[in-house]
C-alpha cells in the first residue's frame, strides 16, 4: 500500500462525512484508511450510524480534483500518520462527547504544525468589535508572539482579525482556523490577510475544498481553535456570542480560559463580564497574565520579559510593612529628618523608626547623611 494510495483515501474519507465523525475514525483504527474508503464507497459492513453519516457522500469523489488544487494552492493535507500532526493537542478532544479529532487537516503554510502550537494562545472575541477591544487585542498578541507564542484565531472581522495582524506585525506567527474549504477566502474582506498570515504562519481547516462557510461549521470549528492552544482568551464577546462557543470548548479540554474586562456600560464585553462573574474565566489585563495561566509547560521561559512591563508600574514602596512605610512617609522629599523627628512625624516610638531604618537603607529607599536620613530613590529616578 502505497502513501499515494493512503492520502487519497484520506482525502475522500475527509469529504465523505461532514465535520467530526468519531465512527469515521474508529473504522480507520480497525482496517486502516485504504480499507476504510473502499467500505464506505461500497457501503458494506457499517454500522447503523456511519451509513447514516456517509450515506449522502459516498459516491462523490473528488479525490484528483482536491488533491490538484491543493498542490497548486501550495498546500498539504495532513493526516494523524504525518509526523507534524499535533496528537497531543487532540488528544482530550478524542474524549469529549459529541465531538472527535478532525478526520484531516487541509493546510497552507510551511511551518510545522505540531511544532508551531507547542506554545500557543488563542484570541477571541466579537466581529464588531470596539476601538477598544481592538486594542487589547493587539496588544496581547503583540506581545505574546514577540515572547515566541503562537497566536491562534479564527480570521474573522474584529478582534480575529486584529490579533492576526499583531502577531504577523511583531514577527511572529499565528495560525487561521476557518470554517470552510482552504480555496475560500472568508470573509472576503481578509483575502490579503490569510495570504499573509499563510506566508508566515498557518491557513488550517477541516474541511475539503469547496466547503461553504455555515453556522455549525463555526461551531464545530471553534473547538479546533481551542484544541490547538494552552489557552483560550475572549477580548470582547456578547451575551451570545461564538468566542463564548470557544471558550466553553476549551473548558470542556480542561485548558485555561480568560477574558478582559471592559466598561461596564458596553455590550460587547457583557460576555466576558458574565463570564469573570460566573468563574467561568480568569480576569487578564496582559500577556503576562496568558503566559502564566498557560503553563507550566515552560511559562517561566517568556514571563519574565513579558513581566517587565508590570514592573515598571511598581512603587518603590511596594512590599513594605506597617512601620516601614510610616517611616518612610514621613521623610520629605526634600530635606533630612533625625531618628528622633522621624518618630515625632510617623507617631511610632524611636525603637521602632530604628528598627524600620535598616530595612529601608538595604532597598535603597533612603540613606544617612551628615544632617540625618533622607529620601534617595525620588531623587536618583528624576
Known amino acids: 500500500m502505497s502513501d499515494s494510495e493512503k492520502l487519497r483515501a484520506w482525502a475522500y474519507l475527509s469529504r465523505v462525512a461532514e465535520g467530526p465523525c468519531a465512527a469515521l475514525l474508529s473504522l480507520v483504527d480497525q482496517i486502516g484508511p485504504v480499507d476504510a474508503a473502499r467500505a464506505v464507497r461500497q457501503h458494506s459492513d457499517l454500522p447503523e450510524v456511519l451509513r447514516s453519516r456517509t450515506e449522502g457522500r ?13 498542490d497548486r494552492l ?3 493535507l495532513l493526516t494523524r500518520e504525518d509526523p507534524e500532526w499535533p496528537h497531543w493537542r487532540f488528544v482530550e478532544l478524542g474524549r469529549v462527547r459529541d465531538t472527535a479529532v478532525p478526520t484531516a487537516l487541509w493546510v497552507l503554510g510551511d511551518p ?10 488563542a484570541i477571541v472575541g466579537t466581529r464588531a468589535a470596539s476601538g477598544y477591544g481592538e486594542h487589547v487585542a493587539t496588544e496581547l498578541s503583540g506581545d505574546l508572539a514577540a515572547e515566541d507564542w503562537a497566536v491562534i484565531s479564527g480570521a474573522a472581522y474584529g478582534i480575529d482579525g486584529a490579533a492576526h495582524r499583531a502577531a504577523l506585525a511583531a514577527g511572529g506567527v499565528t495560525v487561521a482556523v476557518l470554517a470552510c474549504g482552504i480555496d475560500r477566502v472568508y470573509p472576503s474582506g481578509h483575502a490579503g490577510l490569510l495570504r499573509h498570515i499563510a506566508e508566515s504562519g498557518s491557513v488550517v481547516t477541516e474541511y475539503p475544498p469547496g466547503t461553504i462557510p455555515a453556522k455549525f461549521r463555526f461551531l464545530a470549528r471553534n ?14 464577546a456578547g451575551w451570545r456570542s461564538g468566542a463564548r462557543n470557544t471558550a466553553r470548548w476549551a473548558r470542556a479540554l480542561g485548558r485555561p480560559v480568560l477574558a478582559v474586562p471592559g466598561p461596564v456600560t458596553a455590550a460587547t464585553s457583557r460576555g466576558c463580564h458574565r463570564m469573570i462573574r460566573e468563574g467561568e474565566a480568569q480576569l487578564v489585563t496582559g500577556a503576562a497574565d496568558v503566559v502564566e495561566a498557560a503553563g507550566p509547560l515552560d511559562a517561566a521561559a517568556g514571563i519574565g520579559a513579558v513581566r517587565a512591563a508590570d514592573r515598571a508600574h511598581r512603587r518603590p514602596t511596594d512590599g513594605l510593612d506597617e512601620g516601614e512605610l510610616a517611616v518612610y512617609e514621613a521623610l520629605p522629599v526634600r530635606g533630612c529628618r533625625d531618628e528622633d523627628q522621624l518618630s515625632v512625624e510617623s507617631g511610632l ?5 530604628r528598627a524600620a531604618l535598616p530595612g529601608l ?6 540613606e544617612w547623611s551628615d544632617q540625618g536620613w533622607v529620601r534617595v530613590r525620588a531623587r536618583r529616578a528624576r
Open 223 to 236: 473547538r479546533l481553535v481551542a484544541a490547538l492552544s494552552d489557552a483560550t482568551v475572549v477580548v470582547e
Open 58 to 70: 459516498r459516491h462523490i469523489d473528488r479525490v484528483d480534483a482536491d488533491l490538484a488544487l491543493l
Open 361 to 366: 537603607e538595604m532597598r535603597g529607599l533612603i
Open 349 to 353: 516610638g524611636v525603637g521602632a523608626v
Open 74 to 76: 501550495g498546500g498539504r
Open 112 to 121: 510545522d504544525l505540531a511544532a508551531v502550537t507547542e506554545r500557543a494562545a
